[in-house]
Nanobody
């Protein structure tokens, strides 16, 4: 199973970005998908997650600015980020909890991370 993230970039404060993350490979069941972010010198922090039924949860600091969604037919999750702030600058990594085909065990897979830079 591989996760491919895309959509990062350099934007000004107040702008929007949409991150995407697509899972591929021998996927039997794609369960919770989500995003974390990390900046140098800081611990990785949770951003948002969504389950297969579409129920989402967010970090408190998101404050309604981000929306996570998914397209189960495409094995893809999205993170729509609006009203971006300089403090949102980080590497954003996606993850997915996957049960591979023919297996009964769930494992967490990670994408490679995509850089988001917000200038003031």
């Amino acid at each position: 199973v591989q996760l491919q993230a895309s959509g990062g970039g350099l934007v000004q404060a107040g702008a929007s970005l949409r991150l995407s993350c697509t899972a591929s490979g021998s996927i039997g069941s794609l369960n919770v998908m989500g995003w974390y972010r990390q900046t140098p010198g800081k611990q990785r922090e949770f951003v948002a997650a969504i389950d297969g039924g579409g129920s989402a949860k967010y970090a408190d600091w998101v404050e309604g600015r981000f929306t996570i969604s998914r397209d189960n037919a495409k094995n893809t999750e999205y993170l729509q980020m609006n009203s971006l702030k300089p403090e949102d600058t980080a590497v954003y990594s996606c993850y997915a909890n996957v049960v591979s085909s023919g297996s009964t065990s769930e494992y967490t897979y990670w994408g490679q991370g995509t850089q988001v830079t917000v200038s003031s």
